[in-house]
């Protein structure tokens, strides 16, 4: 039977049936507390903790505690959340499910029945993130590229077909179907769930392996990306714990000017959002402007959360989300049960600034907002589309560590001819690519770059041959609206041939320039550019060779394309000849009321069940081929692309000593907004790196290397390639003579001063029985939420990273795998201390108990003799962070409690 907490379960009709809910309401009247003043996004949250108090894991202290939400009180507490469901993309699921496999194995060998690991709620993977761009401006690009990437990710996909038959609650939506966010937002989620063991109707929430997750927050669900380590313990019933945050509303008032895309709106959004520092805090929008929004606008605002830094980007569910439902082909049921879920919770329509408590109110005014693009190295440096040129221009003799190039002036109008003919400029566009989940879920911007292309195509203009162009549409539904609209045969003349359904360029599955391309680029040192619709810009991400890169909507993606170059300004030069001349970009960028006439062609229902039956009825020849290995535990063939984890090595019920830091040494010094990419790259695997020498000596050629996410279900390679960033400086090499520095995974190896790949340093400090440490600056950990950025670390033998801050979700992944976060207080940090990396250290302060933001003390032993205790804070945020590190980590922990239930 349900509970009946603070007499909450009550009954509410959908049309003439009446069900059951824990009534928020209800909730208020009994603690006397006005709900309806919390955010709505709390109150979501407040939902589950009310519906999953069992008196153990949610007590009702938890419910007072959040019920009792004030916008400005110390946060302290924390929310045992306890999520719908969790949703999984390729890269970061495939270790998951290597993991929990490695669970079950443990399980077997200990005498126990491997079915006690299961997931006890739903979980679907879409596999998006593989395929490459390969193949490009040709009709036979999506299918040549499909076939390849079943060709290298064979051994993946036949583990993935094993997880399916093992778990009851394990699903996936096969290769070539749309980016994961996109399938979440149109398929997946269902708006409310029932509970059919209590009976109970409840709202869907979940976490997602990627931190774009908040792409769902667009339809009013609670929902963010989580490494792979807290998501499999949110797989495994434990509730996801997080600190009570801070809540930022965000006003939008009036309306966008026309010719201006959401991708300007968010990029503007993110720029602000930034600035005000809303990193790990819920930000919710309100007001009449996010009222008038559509709900593919509010996606795209949600999906940015990890770029502006919030948590979420929350919109509360009102009529146009019933419309969107409507629109995307869920059941008359489905959407009756959601309505009317939200609208008994006194939750339905987007509130006015007045009515909600918020920490803090932000207001924008849509009317400023003006067409931008975000770059070269980061999304939230935006710049308006009329300085982009002189941005580029003053940015390429600029020093690195303000942003820039360090160029000699004189060489930006230099001309160099590839081996093959083609005439290369510095700031001449090389990738142009319709990508990413933030952009291709949106028809607005979709249409808008369909038009602009029949408009160029008309005119008379081509784009560059030597340009790498490719559409990658977030759904097969895109390219069923673009076809109907007639616009597909124009994107296409331009290059812009469907290439795949999948993360492509903007995940740095860019696939390679060609030699002649990547010749002239390292011969020359040339900053050549990428353009793309996607999220995110971080060096080396979407080339190795590009160093600027610039994210743009999809209209400016197509218009840049035909420029050419990033020297160019569209806003008083013209874009290119034509047939008749000179044609500028007002003559070829579409009216508000050009897209708005065609977007009723985006939203057809029938369009979009008939393509999502077929994930499981139509699925592909391709998948189909594919067969797994069946049973209940792994067989682990050998594979470089799957094998056993290590991380539960030597296991025991009983969980081993605290670690000792003593006589560490510096395995990396890093400055400021290092990224996950930094550390654990996503992208091409280097032939002379340790992982390429790995792949050459288990008889894997270069061509067969696939990349770094392809190759994460195999801890070998992803060690390997922990910090193997072609872009990451060590601070510990000295600067070269012209101030620049050194680029690359290396490090000294201590105290022989010897430069060597900071994995066989590790390794050699390993087998020495060497402690050894990281260091970083600010926005330690930015960019997606890949566990094996944490991973990595731990098994490369790190003990802590001590920096000046920490990205939420990695800081959360370090503290799972037993690795201490640690943060300089004050003003301190390496530059200020001195730190060169040629000293000793010990942490001390640990050895008697660990308490959540406690002090630490950093002793640095010099190479004079000389020494130095600097206070640290230890960033274990919460009690449950304590267990997991005493634990050894999360996995151990939530195996110890599984094995022994």
């Not at 209800?26 to 919390?38: E, F, H, Q, T, Y």
């Not at 063939?637 to 799957?642: E, F, G, K, L």
């Amino acid at each position: 039977m349900p509970h009946n907490t603070f007499k909450t379960l009550k009954t509410f009709k959908i049309g003439n049936k009446t069900c059951q809910y824990y009534s928020l309401p209800a909730l208020g009247k009994s603690l006397g507390i006005d709900v309806s003043r919390l955010p709505v996004s709390i109150r979501v949250v407040l939902e589950s903790v009310l519906r999953n108090c069992d008196g153990q894991k949610v007590t009702e202290e938890h419910i007072r505690q959040l019920a009792g939400w004030q916008p400005n009180a110390k946060r302290e507490e924390e929310i045992p959340f306890v999520v719908a469901r969790v949703v999984l993309q390729d890269f970061t699921g495939v270790p998951l499910l290597a993991d929990i496999a490695a669970m079950r194995s443990v399980a077997a060998k200990m005498g126990k029945a491997p079915t006690r690991i299961e997931p006890l709620v739903p979980v679907d993977l879409v596999v998006d993130h593989s395929v490459m761009i390969d193949y490009f401006g040709t009709k036979r690009a999506l299918d040549l590229n499909m076939k390849l990437e079943f060709q290298r990710n064979r051994e993946r996909y036949q583990f993935m077909k094993w997880g399916m038959q093992a778990f009851d609650t394990f699903g996936v939506v096969p290769p070539g179907f749309g980016i994961v966010h996109q399938v979440n937002l149109e398929y997946l989620a269902r708006g409310v769930h029932f509970d059919r063991k209590n009976k109970v109707y409840y709202p869907d929430s979940l976490v997602g392996t990627d931190s774009h997750t908040t792409m769902i927050n667009g339809i009013g669900v609670v929902g963010w990306g989580v490494g792979g380590i807290e998501a499999e313990a949110g797989m495994l019933g434990q509730p996801v714990y997080f600190l009570t945050p801070d809540v930022v509303g965000v006003e939008l008032k009036g309306q966008l000017r026309g010719g201006v895309t959401a991708t300007d709106l968010v990029l503007t959004i993110t720029e602000m959002l930034r600035r005000e520092k809303v990193v790990g805090k819920f930000v919710e929008f309100c007001g009449e402007g996010t009222a008038s929004l559509s709900v593919t606008d509010r996606a795209t605002i949600g999906n940015m959360a990890p770029e502006y830094g919030a948590t979420m980007g929350f919109f509360p569910v009102d009529e146009r989300t019933i419309d969107y439902f409507k629109g995307t082909g869920r059941t008359p049921s489905e959407i009756a049960a959601f309505e009317a879920y939200f609208k008994a919770q006194k939750m339905f329509g987007v509130p006015k600034a007045s009515q909600i408590n918020y920490s803090k109110l932000l207001t924008l005014d849509l009317s400023t907002v003006a067409p931008s693009l975000a770059g070269p190295k980061r999304p939230q440096d935006r710049i308006e589309i009329g300085n982009v040129k002189n941005t580029f221009i003053d940015l390429f003799s600029k020093p690195v560590a303000e942003n820039g190039f360090n160029q000699p002036a004189e060489k930006l109008d230099q001309q160099y001819t590839t081996s093959a003919g083609t005439k290369l400029k510095n700031g001449d566009i090389l990738i142009a690519a319709i990508t990413s989940c933030t952009n291709t879920s949106n028809p607005s911007v979709l249409l808008a770059a369909g038009l602009l292309a029949k408009k160029a195509v008309e005119a008379g203009l081509k784009v560059p041959k030597h340009i790498k162009t490719s559409l990658a549409p977030g759904s097969r539904v895109v390219t069923e609206y673009l076809t109907k609209t007639g616009l597909m045969p124009y994107l296409d003349k331009l290059g812009f041939d469907v290439a795949a359904y999948g993360c492509t360029t903007c995940i740095g599955n860019a696939g390679d320039l060609t030699p002649d391309l990547n010749e002239a680029i390292i011969g020359n040192d040339l900053i050549c550019a990428a353009v793309l619709s996607g999220n995110r810009n971080f060096e080396a991400r979407i080339h190795p060779n590009i160093k600027a890169n610039f994210l743009a909507s999809p209209p400016l993606v197509v218009a840049y394309a035909l420029a050419g170059t990033m020297t160019r300004d569209l806003m008083t030069e013209p874009v290119g000849k034509g047939k008749h001349g000179d044609v500028w970009l007002g003559d070829i960028w579409p009216s508000t009321e050009e897209v708005d006439a065609l977007l009723k062609y985006a939203m057809n229902p029938k369009a979009f069940k008939a393509n999502y039956s077929q994930v499981k009825t139509n699925p592909g020849k391709l998948w189909e081929n594919i067969k797994g290995v069946t049973g209940e535990t792994y067989n682990w063939p050998d594979s470089t692309y799957i094998a056993e984890p290590p991380f539960f090595e030597g296991f025991e019920m009983q969980p081993g000593a605290m670690p000792v830091i003593k006589g560490a040494r510096a395995l990396g010094v890093f400055g400021d907004s290092v990224t996950t990419d930094h550390i654990s790259p996503a992208g091409a695997i280097k032939e002379t790196s340790p992982a390429g020498k790995w792949l050459m000596a288990h008889g894997v050629q270069k061509a067969d290397f696939n990349s770094y996410g392809s190759r994460r279900g195999n801890h070998e390679i992803m060690m390997r390639g922990t910090f193997a960033n072609v872009r990451i400086k060590n601070l510990m090499i000295p600067a070269l003579p012209d101030g620049s520095r050194f680029e690359g995974g290396d490090t000294l190896y201590q105290p022989s001063g010897e430069q060597m790949s900071i994995y066989d340093a590790a390794m050699k400090y390993v087998a020495a029985g060497t402690p050894t440490v990281v260091f970083g600056g600010e926005e330690y950990g930015t960019g997606s939420s890949r566990d094996w950025a944490a991973k990595g670390t731990q098994l490369l033998g790190v003990k802590a990273v001590i920096t000046r801050s920490f990205e939420r979700i990695h800081r959360s992944n370090l503290v799972g795998m037993g690795v201490l976060p640690l943060q300089f207080k004050g003003d301190d940090s390496v530059q200020s201390l001195g730190i060169r990396g040629d000293e000793t250290f010990d942490i001390s302060g640990l050895e008697n108990g660990i308490k959540p933001m406690q002090d630490v003390t950093l002793t640095i032993h010099r190479a004079d003799g000389s020494k130095q205790d600097v206070s640290l804070l230890l960033r274990i945020d919460t009690p449950i962070e304590v267990d997991y590190y005493q634990h050894g980590g999360i996995l151990p922990y939530v195996l110890r409690q599984l094995l022994e239930d």
